[in-house]
């Protein structure tokens, strides 16, 4: 079996996301919201245009639980929504961007910055408010969310 190196797997990966980010490009591109969390460093960066506007930490999936790696566009904002797999917990200012995975603020404020959650991306609550307001103003169809490894 051939064993594939770190580098050569970063490269495979940057050139996976140059391929689904370079359509997205063009003139609107300036004025998009880019949000990107680093699934091993438990952070998220929010860039809109050129300029970088927050980092925050976050907590993605646990062991035994899968935050799904990809690029996506978010399709439902909810300010107030409890989930329905998990025992009514609160998911404010909820941005669902893959089936039931949505970008949240936690009431864990503590366990941010480290895997934690069922493969949500959860937040501080005001963060996550920020986050939500940005995606509003700037728009659902010009906001893309890269979760990356």
């Known amino acids: 079996m051939m064993r ?13 996301v140059l391929a689904l980010v370079a359509p997205w490009g063009g003139p609107a591109a300036a004025q998009s919201l880019w949000v990107e969390v680093d ?7 929010v860039t809109e245009g050129q300029d970088r506007m927050f980092e925050w930490p976050v907590s993605t999936a646990r062991v035994g639980k899968c935050t799904p790696a990809g690029v996506y566009t978010p399709y439902l904002l909810k300010e107030e929504h409890y989930s329905s797999l998990y025992n009514n917990a609160p998911m404010p200012w909820s941005v669902f961007f893959f ?15 480290t ?3 069922a493969g949500c991306v959860r937040l501080a609550p005001e963060n ?19 979760i990356r490894e």
């Open 4 to 16: 594939i190196s770190k580098a050569v797997k970063a490269i495979c990966r940057a050139v996976l």
């Open 128 to 146: 996550a408010e920020t986050l939500f307001r940005r995606i509003q103003d700037v728009g659902k169809s010009e906001t893309r969310i890269l």
């Open 39 to 45: 699934l091993s460093e438990q952070r998220m960066t």
């Open 99 to 113: 089936g039931n995975y949505a970008i949240h603020g936690t009431t864990q404020v503590d366990m941010l910055g």
């Open 115 to 117: 895997p934690a959650s």
